[in-house]
């Protein structure tokens, strides 16, 4: 697990000075990174700070890095530096937080040569992608969805001793800001014994989830124990995994989702390191009594001490006729990581329990993230839902949401965007933020 060190100091500033601002997302206690291109320029790596961002590969060129990290930060993806061991990422990080650091600005004018502000650069995947996968670890959200489908027995046997997930497409995973198309597909025969048809989803959902990618990957064959699973995880970001829940709901038996899923899943631009993310690890869920304990392969006491992660989230909505009225998003939902079920390491662990091999740059999702509230679902299919686990209600019974120009929504509507955020804070600690993951539905073609 990563230390807190002087990296984390909350007193620390920068001359970087938008920075300083409390609401910053980026103060020199998070620098996140990114890969960025500015015109038509070869994308970069990038560290933001503030409302700048430091371009890593002039930073290499000037040989103001480690000689050791000067060909990894010269590439545009990050998986060659995702690869070096937590070590020695740790002693970057500690080498940007001095170049930012108002004590040590001797160097000051060469590095503000190297930057470029955020409103001037366009954000690219921050990784080649290999491999998605996509989990299923919050028990409410899985409580809430089997609730609708099979009120009796909303959790099916296997839920609390294996992390679920399937794998994804990773080829449409996408950057914040693209535009997402409606997918078309097959639905449902209407009754029993019917034909089914094929049309424009009418059931577009976003799901609210954590992204994290993996650093040192394992070999084919080998495993991840669970004590190491941390030095394995390189840093997160929001992902929206939009799903078409009618073509779903048709298709996902007997063997997941595929169509429903696949058309495009969103991430932020900004991969927030596990060594940022150190101040705010706090203990995994405490399992209800009753709950079966995890095999020993998921069990660890470092795990159940320091496996969650205090993030806060947030789901905001604008339509078109908001966006031209210029009225503020709606907000539709407020969410923390610490209520999954399953922690990261834990899903890292099981994902190459079985000797498979997970590459730097792989890209996990943690599963629709919701809490026990109402007013924390991550998704309309839960949001607008009328029951709850303790009423459980067949799932077509819906209240829709009420927009500030009087709209409804019970699914998302072309020309809606969905805008999600996410931020640690606690009262020792500088708040860090993760930016914004946004996508505008475009209509089906
Ligand atoms: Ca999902």
Redesign the pocket.
Known sequence: MHQIDQTHDPQLKSWVETANDPKSDFPIQNLPFCVFQQGDRIPAIGVGIGDQILNLRIAADKGMVGDEFVESLQANTLNSFMSFEMEKRLELRQLLSSIFSSETSADRVAVESAMVSQTDATFCLPCRIGDYT???ASVYHATNVGCMFRPDNPLLPNYKHIPIGYH?RASSVVISGTEVRRPVGQKAPAEDGGSPTRSPCALLDY?L?VGFFVGQGNALGETIPIEQADNHLFGMCLLN?W?ARDIQKWEYQPLG?FLA?SFASTISPWVVTMEALAPFRVPALIRPKGDPEPLDYLSDPENESHGGVDLKLEVLLTSQQMREQSLSPKHLSSGNFTNMYWTIGQILAHHASNGCNLQPGDLM????ISGTERESRGSLLELTWDGDSEHPLPGTQRTPIVLPTGEERKFLADGDEVIMRGYCENESHRRIGFGECRGIILPAV
């Open positions: 996509d989990f299923y994804g799901e989830e995994d799903s989702p899923k999702g943690s599963g629709t």
